[in-house]
């Protein structure tokens, strides 16, 4: 599953999506695929709670400590004054099958998450109702993540 998740973020790099303003400003608008490739939950993971829904998808707890969002920070270059205008965000949704690994988690400012607030919770719902397969709802997440189209480059110090 990494690897699908893998081939589908080189689509996209392949369309030269970039990841950040083009003034510098640093806010990262979307995933940098090399820091952030996402990965899947499985049986074999250390947060694994159980299969759910019709489709016996895995699912993991969620479990990021404070060292981790730290590390996911550092790793994306987010000053330490600006990190209470970030989450740290699972780029593949637990409810839809993510993990809790650093290759699934990236630092997301509240502008960037404001753009789909309500896109998440309403996937997750067809999923959960068996409407949706997991699969199609992690494609819709991923597109709107990695395309997303958001001029931050006017925003002065963290936005």
Known sequence: MKFIIQ????LFL???IAFANPLGNNIPVTPDV????????SEDDKDFLEHRY???MPYCVRRVAQWQKNRIYQQYS????CRHRYTVDHL???AVGGNNAFENLW?????????RQELEQKLYEEVRKGMMHSQDARDIILKEKLELQLDLS???GCG
């Open 7 to 10: 081939v589908f973020f080189l």
């Open 54 to 56: 019709s489709e016996k």
């Open 107 to 115: 630092p997301e400012h509240v502008l960037v998450k404001k753009t």
């Open 34 to 41: 090399d820091k952030t490739p996402g990965e899947l939950c």
């Open 92 to 94: 593949v949704p637990l």
């Open 14 to 16: 392949s369309q030269q």
């Open 154 to 156: 006017n925003i002065k």
């Open 78 to 81: 987010i000053p330490e004054k």
